[in-house]
């Protein structure tokens, strides 16, 4: 991944587990990372501010991955921020 720097990707359910690893992993890689939750908006916003604590750039949205309009906001609200999105992980 080196050589990526300034991407931005997009990790559903990053919230917790095995989602917020991949996110702070992807943000040490010096990657823009969407930490994407369902229910858990305190969690996201903790992984947001231990990625930005390290250094990185993070955002938290919420959106049920398993509705389209609401999949579609969030690539919305990607899309303004960042100008878009380079990698999914779901």
């Known amino acids: 991944m080196t050589g990526k720097t300034g991407r931005v990707a997009l990790v559903t359910g990053a919230s917790s587990g ?17 930490v994407n939750y369902l229910h858990s908006g305190a969690a996201a916003e903790d ?25 579609e906001t969030m690539i919305e609200q990607v899309q303004a921020a960042w100008g878009g999105t380079d990698v999914l992980v779901h």
Not at 18 to 34: D, F, N, P, S, Y
């Open 47 to 71: 992984v947001v501010a231990g990625i930005e604590a390290a250094g990185g750039r993070a955002m938290a949205v919420q959106a049920d991955v398993r509705e389209t309009a609401a999949v």
């Open 18 to 34: 095995i989602g917020a690893a991949t996110a702070r992993l992807l943000a040490a890689r010096e990657m823009r990372v969407v």
